[in-house]
């Protein structure tokens, strides 16, 4: 098996999340996380900042991916709607990568310092939402705004989709959506 490559990484998250429920995240190494792995601690840091990373990789691939559903919408669409056909957008992608986001959220619920680095990223994320939604001509306030509520209507429906997968994270999102806009 290759030492290096998206197969590598794909390892490494898997030990690590193996690691982090069995002995708890303070208590486990990015050396422990890479013999897991069968692999060295020179390559886990080839792949991964720290090991808090390991949790997090996907940050980058959901973002541009949102970014580009949002850019592709037709013109003239509202924000709200540009925001929830691009989360629909990514639902397969997530849907494909539940085996590993539940119990990776297990680890965060159960890790403060793990839950502050997630609100970090779900900020970043909605700051690039409405640097995407500005693009379209939102209006800053407009942009910040849809994209602060989109983006916890999202965290929502993603959140109870992991806990119980019936029913599904669109039906999830569908949800949300309508929720958002009755309080509207």
Do not use: Y
């Not at 709607?81 to 990514?90: D, G, I, N, P, R």
Request: net charge neutral.
């Amino acid at each position: 098996m290759a030492k290096s490559g998206s197969a590598a990484r794909a390892r490494l998250q898997q030990a690590a999340v193996e690691l982090f429920r069995q002995n708890g995240f303070d208590d486990t190494t990015a050396a422990q996380i890479a013999e897991r792995a069968g692999l060295t601690e020179r390559t886990f840091f080839r792949h991964f900042r720290d090991k808090r990373e390991v949790l997090f990789d996907g940050q980058a691939v959901l973002e541009e991916a949102l970014a580009t559903a949002i850019a592709d919408a037709a013109p003239g669409t509202p924000p709200l709607e540009v925001l929830f056909c691009a989360f629909e957008s990514v639902t397969p992608l997530i849907e494909k990568n539940r085996p590993f986001s539940k119990p990776r959220q297990e680890v965060i619920s159960a890790t403060p310092a793990l839950q502050e680095r997630e609100l970090s990223k779900h900020q970043a994320l909605s700051a690039s939402l409405a640097k995407a939604l500005r693009a379209r001509g939102v209006p800053d306030v407009s942009a910040a705004l849809a994209a602060q509520a989109g983006m916890a209507a999202f965290t929502h429906a993603t959140l109870a989709w992991l806990e119980d997968g019936e029913p599904g994270l669109g039906e999830r999102l569908d949800r949300a959506e309508k929720a958002l806009r009755s309080l509207f």
